[in-house]
């Protein structure tokens, strides 16, 4: 994955606390400090609650073989619920080993190793039921548990309707889009509202091409976006200069924002612009006291209002910031009626490219996991409590999540150094087995599953390789992204509108399903 705009690291910055493990958290290591101290009453009651809780695990053991027998697909209520109970019985072992040790002062070395092997014996069979629950005659059934009783099922985009609106442009009339803050998931989210803005004033998208911003087309299905609307309503920007013979002229320049800096620009990027043969008056603004940091709600009608004029040629910009119809722009599919899945997607390369990866290194079923890591640390912790994840607190969270999806491998996109990733994978074991992290490995001509990049010569450039990554954690079972990542919110958009968006979805460490958030690349 291609690296993201770095933060310059203040040496002098004060280090913040590292996040407490919001996880159940099994030290079995730090108790190995010299104990020697009498075993109280209290422990002697811990073990007969243990003894208990075997005894209803073994119970339920043979009450499942009972209801094992089918071959069907469908996994019989008695069984979930004996699922559901089991994950209550492995929740209330680990609390009662933290409670236990993690205040106790008062256990001899003798019987602390006679409970500490118990609990083990405890765990470890807990995992056995759930395993045996799990088979059937033909192989194990993927079912999943989250919050007790549901499985990890895919999020029904039915269930709300979508509030669209038409987007009929005027063949004559154009928007030129601005969009310059951040790296290229910044600029698609960017584009996007520009599309937004484009429908609301009756306009065709002039999307900017390579010399001024990036080049959308190897990235990007452009002709798709027509084809869904079924009408020209975006064209690039080489196709708006051959119809104005290459002198066109932006009528009106109009800022979005006016502080930090008017459009997010400087004399350098209007200096491209004209360099292209692009002709401009003055440039305004809409908004004096709009500022990115914090962006005033706006509605169509204040976009109609500071907008809508009767020239040819307008440029707005930047509108990445922009909160605009907040809850209409962010739906599933997005705010545009539209007959396709989504409007804006990878291109037919990228997506080949990716199914042809996933299907020979990955399988059908596996979680897809961005690791956010290069830049990251000085934005994170400028957050309450910070989102930047010691390795292993890290690779405590993924291994719930690879359990609750019931997965056998990882997809892993990330910017982080090889000694990092490294750790991670040690630290991936579950039931003595290590779960792969799975990269994209360099070229290698005897592989073909990336044939159709090196072929178009697209392989090595870093927006295909970024849009490549996207695509293959978008198509993931389960995907555990970087909370405030505009990679991660892209991520987001692709898998709600191509309905691969799992009820299991969530935030590294935050054990809730993301939500889009406008926050760093």
């Not at 006679?114 to 194990?140: F, Y």
């Not at 849009?467 to 555990?480: G, N």
Request: include cysteine; hydrophobic fraction near 35%.
């Amino acid at each position: 994955m291609a690296r993201d705009s770095p933060y310059e690291d203040d040496d002098h910055e004060n280090l913040i606390h590292q996040n407490k493990d919001k996880s159940a958290s099994f030290r079995i290591e730090e108790l190995q400090s010299p104990i020697r101290r009498r075993f109280s009453k209290g422990h002697y009651l811990f073990a007969a609650i243990v003894t208990v809780i075997s005894l209803v695990a073994t119970i339920y053991l043979f009450f499942s073989s009972k209801i094992c027998d089918t071959t069907s697909d469908r996994i019989k209520e008695s069984q979930l619920r004996a699922l559901y109970l089991l994950n209550k019985q492995r929740s209330s072992l680990f609390d009662l080993w933290n409670h236990t040790f993690g205040t106790s002062n008062n256990i001899t070395a003798v019987r602390f190793d006679q409970i500490k092997a118990s609990l083990l014996d405890q765990i470890t069979l807990n995992r056995h039921i759930k395993d045996t629950l799990l088979s059937t005659e033909n192989g194990t059934v993927s079912v999943p548990i989250v919050n007790g009783s549901e499985i990890c099922r895919k999020i029904d985009p039915k269930s709300s309707k979508r509030r669209t609106i038409e987007w009929k442009p005027d063949p004559n009339k154009f928007l030129f889009a601005i969009c310059l803050s951040g790296q290229m998931s910044n600029h698609l989210i960017c584009l996007e509202k520009h599309m937004f803005f484009a429908a609301v004033l009756n306009r065709v998208l002039v999307i900017p091409g390579s010399k001024f911003d990036y080049q959308y087309n190897l990235v990007l299905d452009i002709d798709h976006i027509n084809e869904c609307i079924g009408r020209k309503t975006v064209i690039s920007f080489e196709n708006f200069m051959e119809l104005k013979k290459n002198h066109a002229r932006i009528d009106k320049f109009i800022c979005y924002f006016s502080i930090p800096l008017p459009c997010y620009t400087d004399e350098d990027h209007l200096k491209k612009l004209k360099s292209l043969g692009i002709s401009m008056g003055k440039v305004e603004t809409a908004w004096k006291s709009e500022d990115i940091e914090n962006p005033s709600p706006k509605t169509v009608k204040d976009v109609e209002g500071k907008f809508g004029t009767k020239e040819d040629v307008i440029a707005i910009g930047d509108v990445f910031f922009a909160n605009v119809e907040k809850d209409w722009v962010l739906q599933p599919r997005g705010p545009i009626a539209h007959k396709c899945k989504i409007l804006i997607e990878p291109s037919k390369l990228i997506l080949l490219t990716a199914q042809r990866f996933i299907q020979t290194f990955l399988g059908s079923g596996f979680v897809a996991l961005h690791f956010r890591r290069h830049g990251f640390l000085k934005f994170c912790n400028a957050k309450k409590p910070s989102c930047f994840y010691p390795i292993p607190q890290a690779a405590d969270c993924i291994r719930q999540m690879v359990e609750k999806a019931n997965t056998s491998v990882i997809y892993l996109s990330t910017d982080a150094a090889e000694s990092e990733t490294s750790l991670l994978q040690s630290m991936l074991v579950m039931n003595g087995k290590t779960i792969p992290l799975v990269k994209r490995p360099p070229r290698d001509s005897a592989e073909k599953w990336d044939s159709l990049l090196y072929r178009h010569g697209l392989d090595g450039d870093d927006q295909v390789e970024a849009m490549l990554d996207k695509t293959i954690c978008a198509m993931a079972s389960v995907f555990i992204g970087a909370p405030g990542s505009t990679f991660t919110e892209d991520i987001l958009r692709l898998r709600k509108g191509w309905e691969t968006a799992s009820s299991c979805d969530e935030y590294l460490c935050h054990g809730e399903e993301p939500n889009f958030i406008a926050g760093d690349e």
